[in-house]
T-cell receptor, first 115, second 117 residues
Framework: AQTVTQSQPEMSVQEAETVTLSCTYDTSENNYYLFWYKQPPSRQMILVIRQEAYKQQNATENRFSVNFQKAAKSFSLKISDSQLGDTAMYFC????????????FGGGTRLMVKP | GAGVSQSPSNKVTEKGKDVELRCDPISGHTALYWYRQSLGQGLEFLIYFQGNSAPDKSGLPSDRFSAERTGGSVSTLTIQRTQQEDSAVYLCASSLGGTSLRKETQYFGPGTRLLVL
């Protein structure tokens, strides 16, 4: 079974600054996938960034990047130049072909970007 | 093309009634998932369909919950004899299906908020 832990229930950041959201996971699989999703008040779950465990290079999508530490089983999300529209719940998730493909989610981090 | 769509957006029902929630996946996606998001339990997996294979029902919380997927596309989640603890947001997701990061990535619908009075 996979488990995902997000240790920060809430965070805040000033507009234009950088913030890092933490995520740790546990799995017995050799290959697995890691994701960050954003859920604004509209409720729509939006994919932010994704990473395959076999790839050591950290994924980057515009202002969003990850710090993937496989040995430590850590997958943190860095948001640069924070914008008001980044205010949302952020969920870290993992999946694996050998574990049924379904996503296992962390408890979420509520991020508030302040003007 | 269009994203995942779900209907209804909101549903209010009385305890003991049956409800049906609908999900239209992204065209061409062979894998479809249902999740439940509630305050107390966070995001939980319910059921997974992949092509014509038997669904993975390991996440269904009780036999009051069932789901089907007709023609490999639209899916309906049915909750019989609803209870107040069934109140939650029900999210549907789809993916291409396969064994790569791209094919495994799930895309979500806007969800159905169910309130059982």
């Amino acid at each position: 079974a996979q488990t995902v832990t997000q240790s920060q229930p809430e965070m805040s950041v000033q507009e234009a600054e950088t913030v890092t959201l933490s995520c740790t996971y546990d799995t017995s699989e050799n290959n697995y996938y890691l994701f960050w999703y954003k859920q604004p008040p509209s409720r729509q779950m939006i994919l932010v960034i994704r990473q395959e465990a076999y790839k050591q290079q950290n994924a980057t999508e515009n202002r969003f990047s990850v710090n993937f530490q496989k040995a430590a089983k850590s997958f943190s999300l860095k948001i640069s130049d924070s914008q008001l529209g980044d205010t949302a719940m952020y969920f870290c998730a993992s999946s694996s072909n050998n574990a049924g493909n379904m996503l296992t989610f962390g408890g979420g981090t509520r991020l508030m970007v302040k003007p | 093309g269009a994203g995942v769509s779900q209907s209804p957006s909101n549903k209010v029902t009385e305890k003991g009634k049956d409800v049906e929630l609908r999900c239209d996946p992204i065209s061409g996606h062979t894998a479809l998932y249902w999740y439940r998001q509630s305050l107390g339990q966070g995001l939980e997996f319910l059921i997974y369909f992949q092509g014509n294979s038997a669904p993975d029902k390991s996440g269904l919380p009780s036999d009051r919950f069932s789901a089907e997927r007709t023609g490999g596309s639209v899916s309906t989640l049915t909750i019989q004899r609803t209870q107040q603890e069934d109140s939650a947001v029900y999210l549907c997701a789809s993916s291409l299906g396969g064994t790569s990061l791209r094919k495994e990535t799930q895309y979500f619908g806007p969800g159905t908020r169910l309130l059982v009075l």
